[in-house]
Nanobody
Framework: QVQLVESGGGLVQPGGSLKLSCAAS????????MAWFRQAPGKEREFVAR????????YYDDFRRGRFTISRDRPNNTGYLQMNNLEPEDTAVYYC???????????????WGQGTQVTVFS
């Protein structure tokens, strides 16, 4: 089992920045990918970025490339999502997820956090 707890969400004005954290516990050595997803009101949950837990290989959704940066701190079992130049359209609940194998879709992720709210208001 892997437990994931997100933090770092909040209110921010357009153009601002936030850094989300995902604290992992349990069988973290078994994690293959850690990823971030988000779900805006009335919309489906969508992929943001993923990182391979061991090798650090990164993949972004094209729309977030350049403004968002995913990273991880393996010794502290924590993943991060740095978000810059935020826009009102980035308002959503952001979720951290972990997979035990190579993940290419949401259904490949085995563990999910509870989410953290990000609100970008003007």
């Amino acid at each position: 089992q892997v437990q994931l707890v997100e933090s770092g969400g909040g209110l921010v004005q357009p153009g601002g920045s936030l850094k989300l954290s995902c604290a992992a516990s349990g069988r973290t050595d078994d994690m293959f990918h850690m990823a971030w997803f988000r779900q805006a009101p009335g919309k489906e949950r969508e992929f943001v970025a993923r990182i391979s837990w061991r090798g650090g290989t990164i993949y972004y959704d094209d729309f977030r490339r350049g403004r968002f940066t995913i990273s991880r701190d393996r010794p502290n079992n924590t993943g991060y999502l740095q978000m810059n130049n935020l826009e009102p359209e980035d308002t959503a609940v952001y979720y951290c997820a972990a997979s035990l194998k190579y993940a290419t879709s949401q259904s490949d992720y085995d563990y999910w956090g509870q989410g953290t709210q990000v609100t970008v208001f003007s």
